[in-house]
């Protein structure tokens, strides 16, 4: 859930199928929650981007041993998504999962936080972080 400056409306995107593969996106008004968008993507996080003051989403990452770790990311555009798919820099290519996403509007940015979608049993679970600078995410811890 995040607020959208266009609309001028808090948007709560959930799941809309059993196995996650699709959203709803509902807009609160001050009075009501409206159906906005059907069968939107999945995500797993969404936050302002305010460089381009927009709402900003992305859905858990995978890896294939040809590519990066790939995460679908998703631009609002007030009623329907615009996919800009990005890679995530892989910590030892393994799957991350995005838990949240955060807007620093001090430095027109966004932050996510992820974790290991397959942790390894008896070991810590680090936290990895990144920075999105609008083309790509950065790995910042």
């Known amino acids: 859930m ?23 996106a509902l ?10 968008s059907r069968n939107g993507p999945a995500v797993d996080a969404m936050a302002y981007y305010p460089a381009d003051n927009l709402l900003f989403a992305c859905g858990s990452a995978t890896y294939s041993a040809s590519v990066e770790v790939q995460s679908d990311c998703w631009e609002w555009l007030g009623s329907t998504w615009m996919q800009k798919v990005v890679a995530i820099p892989p910590p030892d290519s393994k799957q991350i999962i995005i838990e949240a996403e955060i807007s620093d509007t001090d430095n027109s940015r966004l932050i996510a936080f992820g974790w290991l979608i397959r942790a390894i049993p008896g070991q810590p679970q680090p936290l990895h972080v990144w920075s999105w600078d609008g083309e790509q995410w950065l790995q910042a811890a």
Do not use: N
């Not at 609309?7 to 709803?24: C, E, I, M, W």
């Not at 807009?27 to 906005?36: C, L, Q, R, S």
């Open 2 to 24: 995040a607020y959208d400056p266009s609309s001028r409306t808090v948007l709560l995107v959930t799941p809309s199928t059993p196995d996650d593969t699709a959203s709803v």
């Open 27 to 36: 807009g609160w008004d001050g009075k009501a929650w409206h159906i906005v």
